[in-house]
Structure formats: structure tokens, C-alpha cells
């Protein structure tokens, strides 16, 4: 496509509207605004053929000849360096409208569902909702006191998985604790569970991740989960909650692609 | 133990010796100088307690009282800030002789190594380090285009693993070659390599794995290596090196622990 069929808007840049844009790089701003950034030309090239809603983009000339969408603005790079958050490839940024998750489906028979407890860390639950993605698991829950998904580093570091991963935030041990009464298995990973080989994995089934630092919280380890645990053969002292789930999510995979 | 009772020589700061130490966050000046740096109370508490040769240790005075070495140099806050690389917790700053490892031994029976080629983010190689310590992976074959082994950030990500995990910097398709000759089985984890459930996993075995954004070399594409792969069930273009090196070393874990 060329700069001349690109339809945009050549506009005049303003100090509010980049101000309006900066203020998303904010929680609290995102939160009221509910609006989140999606950045760099890889990402908002596949939000744009996912067919997501997308308020408005920002772009340099040169990145605008390849891009359509009405709301499509110019910008001096000096200003979309402000404007967007990475270190790099600040060219171009999307405002985007975080999606309203307020239901919970029941879960399917086949279905695993990953539950997130505390993990604060955006570059781990960008990687939480990627290996989520890559293994099929289309539902994630997470703890009120997990990092935001629409955090900017989350976004960006789960490289256009939360196109497709459905996070919903909830008050997780009611959660849980419905879901498995309801029929659900849960299982929660630990340090000192049971090596996850020797557990048929069942579904539906929910995978429960704690946070790094602190493990799950008592309220999570009250449930009436199966604790479960990579079997350790070295001296790491512990595993990265998202090389634990991908560990743990590989077993998952192989149970259920091979019925014993 | 007590400060009074902490052996350290309490120096005047200079600018040369801060200099000198600063000059090792360069890689240039760690291969010249064969040091490098191991930074935070925890992982130089683990350092001392493992028995490695430290050449020198620099601290606040706060730190120093917690720890023991002949060469432990006391110094305002605001200059470790300057010596050390962290964002935060730039209290202890440890000096260490970098290992020689021109020798790799032949394989044991049941060894599994780890190869990576070409991985360049030091993040995704300290990770890699501590997805073999935990596994019981011993050994760790890098190509000489790795990011180094020594680079701070990978030394931090490793989180101690760096002390148990012996990295050799090899000419990697020759080294590879010579294993396979002498043995050892070869697998290449690519995207498109046949499911690793259905691939008994021999030792002595090789787990090569490419960079995260090129995949393997060509090199390496060429040896006679069995192609394997995660499993993909969802819609994620691909998994980042350190989450597939997690997911396929449980499943040579598994089938060592489970012969079929």
C-alpha cells in the first residue's frame, strides 16, 4: 500500500493530545479511561487484523503508509518517542478500549484454565499469557493484586497473546473454590508437591500459578487443590513462574494428547 | 556475625579503584581483566558460601558486617551506586576471576547438555542457566555469537545458577559434530520438528536450542540432529527460547524417569 491511499488524518500535533495519549502509560489513567497502548509496527499491525476494536493510532509518515484506520494521526518522531513507552521503535501506537470481561463461562470438559495468584511482574504475565496461548489455554485468571494486563510491558511482552487470551480478574479463592465445585480440578503448583508425573491430570482442569516471590497466598493453599511440582534434579533454589507454567503446561499437553 | 568482628580493610575511596571495577561492566575490560562482577547480597552470600575463588569484595558498610573475605573494601553509598550495574539493592559489589574451561569432558551416560546457539539477550541466557540447574543440567555449550556468560544481567537472571552450571564457548557445529561421532544424540528443538512425545529422547543427549528471533544456523541446521518441538495448540507465533528450553527438558526429564 502506498502513503497516498493510506487514509489518515494529517493533523496538527498538540500538546494535549500527547498528553492524553502519555497519561495511558498510568494505570490509573488507563483504569479511567479505560483505554490501554498497544506499540511497535509488529504488534499493531496483527491487533489490526484481529479484527479488535482500535480507538485511535498514532504514527510517524512513514509507518502511516502502511497502516489504515480512520483514526490514523501523524506525528513527529520526536513526539511519538514521548508518547510511547519502549526503549526502541517508538513509531507507532495504538489507543485501544480494554475489553469488559464480567462473566465467566463455565468451563468446557476438555478446557485448562490458568489462574494467576500475585504475580506483580509485567514481563512474567506478559510470558504467562504467551505459553498460555501457545498451549491452547484460552482463559486466564488472575488475582486482583496481579500486575495489570494492559500494563504496557504485559502487552508488549506477551507479543500479540492478549489478542486471544481472555484475562479475567476476580476475588481468585471464591473463584476457585466455585469452580471446583462445580467440577473443576485444581491444581496448584509448589515447590514441595507432588512430582507432576505421577498425577493424572484431569480436566477441566485449572492450572494455579503463585507469585515468584512469595508462593501462593494462604487462601489459595487452603483450597482443596492437588499440590503438584516439577521435579527439581539440580540446585536452583526455584523456578521462574513462567518457566514453571511452561514445565507444567508441557505435562498438561502430554496427558491429554497421550490417555493412559 | 558482628561488624567488630568482620575482617575488611577499611580504605579510603579512589576514583582509580572505582574506575577499575565500573570498567567491568564492559565486556572488553572483563575479558582483558579475566574478572567479572557478582552483584546483591543474596547471590554474593551464595558466591562465598559455594567456595569460588572472589578476588575482591566492595560494600556499604551496613553489608560488610554480614559478610567475611580478606579483600572486602568499605564505601559510601553513592559510589557502589556508580560501581554496580542494578537498578536497586547496589550494596555489594563481589570481584570474580572468570573460569578457564578449555576442556570438556566426554559425556557421562545419562548426561544430557544443553547447546544454544546464537542466544543474545542475556536475560533469556541467565534463564537458560537456571532452567539447567534445575533440571540437573550440568553442562551448557554456547556458540562464541552467545551473549556472555559473565554479562551482569546474565550473571543476575541466572540467580546463582551461573555457580553450578559449567558454560564452554565453543566452535558449536564442530563441538556438536564430535559429540554426535562420539555418541551422543542430537535433537534440535525447532518449530517444525515432530512432536517431542513421540520421540524417544536417548542419552547421552544434546538439546540444542537456536535464538530466539533467527532460529538455528545454518551450521546447525545441517548437522544429523532429530528435529523436535512443543506442541502447539493455540495461536501464539512462537515460544521464547528459555520457555521451550523449560517445557522440553521436563519431557527429557519424564521419559528418564519413566522408561518406557
Redesign the interface.
Known sequence: MHASSAKYIRAVSTKAELKRVRALHQKKYREEEGMFLVQGMKLVTELLASGWPVQEIHSTVTVAAHLRHPKLQIWPAYDLERMGTLEHGNEVVAVVPRPERTHFEPMADDELVLAVDGVADPGNMG?LL?????????RMLCSVDCVEEFNPKCVQAS???F???EVHRVQLPRMLDGLRASGAALYLATMEGD?V?DVPLKRPGVLILGSESHGPTDAVRALDARSIS???????????V???A??????F??QR??PS
Open positions: 510470558a504467551r505459553i498460555a496461548d501457545w498451549f491452547g489455554v484460552k507479543m500479540g497473546s489478542l486471544r487470551v512430582v508425573f516439577v521435579p527439581r534434579a539440580g540446585g536452583a533454589e526455584s523456578l521462574n513462567a518457566m514453571a511452561s514445565a507444567l503446561c508441557m505435562e499437553a502430554r494428547s497421550m
